[in-house]
Each structure stands twice: as structure tokens, then as C-alpha cells.
T-cell receptor
Framework: ETGVTQTPRHLVMGMTNKKSLKCEQH?????MYWYKQSAKKPLELMFV???????ENNSVPSRFSPECPNSSHLFLHLHTLQPEDSALYLC???????????FGPGTRLTVL | GESVGLHLPTLSVQEGDNSIINCAYS??????FIWYKQESGKGPQFIID?????DKRQGQRVTVLLNKTVKHLSLQIAATQPGDSAVYFC???????????????FGQGTILTVHP
């Protein structure tokens, strides 16, 4: 719908698991973002990639590891997460220096 | 620190009424604001934006008003429909300092419920 897809849509994992979230954009954008959306909290910016280079790491714990192999794909690698990491993880993309960001549908993550 | 916040967490209206959703911001240097709509199970969807050199901007059934004097932003939805039921977020776009990307700071969100 928005040109930004995310997989999986739902993920349940244990604290010792390793998993990855995938985001793909079909809009020709060159900046991509990861956000965390928790209940009763504003969307929190986690990482920003601009022209495939990480330009923002918003004090995110090292158990979250982003990867941007090209301008169309963005991954978030997860390992040894905590239950408080359960949230909706949203990917967005934009043109560099553009104001409007286009969001994917999110991955609903539950950490047991 | 600087933040963007919403006055009301919930708003309930009847179908056909006009809705007004408010947002306060604290960064007087902000030069761009965006309203997003998020329906259940979906990511935020762009509704309308406004630059700080404007006071008002109109879209289809939506109007955004910006009052820089009191640092207040509002979204007006005319003839609200059940399909407008969603969470609405205002966001402040900080591109100061020569960043090469948009850095959005979001408010908490207002839940709009439209009753038939």
C-alpha cells in the first residue's frame, strides 16, 4: 500500500533466540529508518540510514543490530532480547532531505 | 528536553461532526510539522504537513492550523466518518544542523473514535 513492506508481521521469540526483521521499500528512496512503538509511548527513532550509511543510533542497546545492504533493504537483527523489548517495530523510508517518511505496517514482536 | 505532545489522549465524535485534534510543541526552531494517521494493524500514514512560514493549510476534508505564538498545532477533520477512526500523531521534523535526513519527533497520539 505505502510501498514499504515488512516481514514478518508477527514474531514471538524467547530471550535466547536470534531473529531478524526485514524491511523493503519500492519507492526509490535513499534513507531508511527503524522506529519502536510501545504502548503509551511516542514512536521512538532507533536507527537512520542515509545513502546506505548509518547516520543515527539513538542510544539503542547492542542487542539490536541494524544492517542496510542497499538502499532498498533494511534489516534489524535481534539477539538476547528482553521482555520489555516487546513492541511494534516500524520501518520507514524517505528521500534524503525530504520531510515526509513512508511507513511500513510494522512487525509486532513479543519476547517471552 | 524538547518534545512534541498532545493535550487529549482520546476524542469521541458522532459521524458527520467536525473533529479537532490538538498538539503542543516546545521547540521554537522547528520548521516543519506533519500529521499522521495510524489505523489498527497498520503503520502511520501521512495526512498533511505544514511549514512554519504558514498558518494554515487545507487538504481534502482536513485542515492544519499552526500557531507559532503559543506553539500549537491542530488538525481539523470535516464531516468525520467512521473510517477516520484511528490514532492521530503530530510530528516535528528537525532538519537543522545540516542533517541529510528527516528526523521526526512524534507526540503521544490521540485516539479518535467516530460513532455512526
Amino acid at each position: 500500500e505505502t510501498g514499504v513492506t515488512q516481514t514478518p508481521r508477527h514474531l514471538v521469540m524467547g530471550m535466547t533466540n536470534k531473529k531478524s526483521l526485514k524491511c523493503e521499500q519500492h519507492l526509490g528512496h535513499n534513507a531508511m529508518y527503524w522506529y519502536k512503538q510501545s504502548a503509551k509511548k511516542p514512536l521512538e527513532l532507533m536507527f537512520v540510514y542515509s545513502l546506505e550509511e548509518r547516520v543515527e543510533n539513538n542510544s539503542v542497546p547492542s542487542r539490536f543490530s541494524p544492517e542496510c545492504p542497499n538502499s532498498s533493504h533494511l534489516f534489524l537483527h535481534l539477539h538476547t532480547l528482553q521482555p520489555e523489548d516487546s513492541a511494534l517495530y516500524l520501518c520507514a523510508s524517505s528521500h534524503v532531505s525530504a520531510n515526509e517518511q513512508f511507513f511500513g505496517p510494522g512487525t509486532r514482536l513479543t519476547v517471552l | 528536553g524538547e518534545s512534541v505532545g498532545l493535550h487529549l489522549p482520546t476524542l469521541s465524535v458522532q459521524e458527520g461532526d467536525n473533529s479537532i485534534i490538538n498538539c503542543a510543541y516546545s521547540n521554537s526552531a522547528s520548521d516543519y510539522f506533519i500529521w499522521y494517521k495510524q489505523e489498527s494493524g497498520k503503520g502511520p500514514q501521512f495526512i498533511i504537513d505544514i511549514r512554519s512560514n504558514m498558518d494554515k493549510r487545507q487538504g481534502q476534508r482536513v485542515t492544519v492550523l499552526l500557531n507559532k505564538t503559543v506553539k500549537h498545532l491542530s488538525l481539523q477533520i470535516a464531516a468525520t466518518q467512521p473510517g477516520d477512526s484511528a490514532v492521530y500523531f503530530c510530528a516535528e521534523n528537525l532538519q537543522a544542523g545540516g542533517t541529510s535526513y528527516g528526523k521526526l519527533t512524534f507526540g503521544q497520539g490521540t485516539i479518535l473514535t467516530v460513532h455512526p
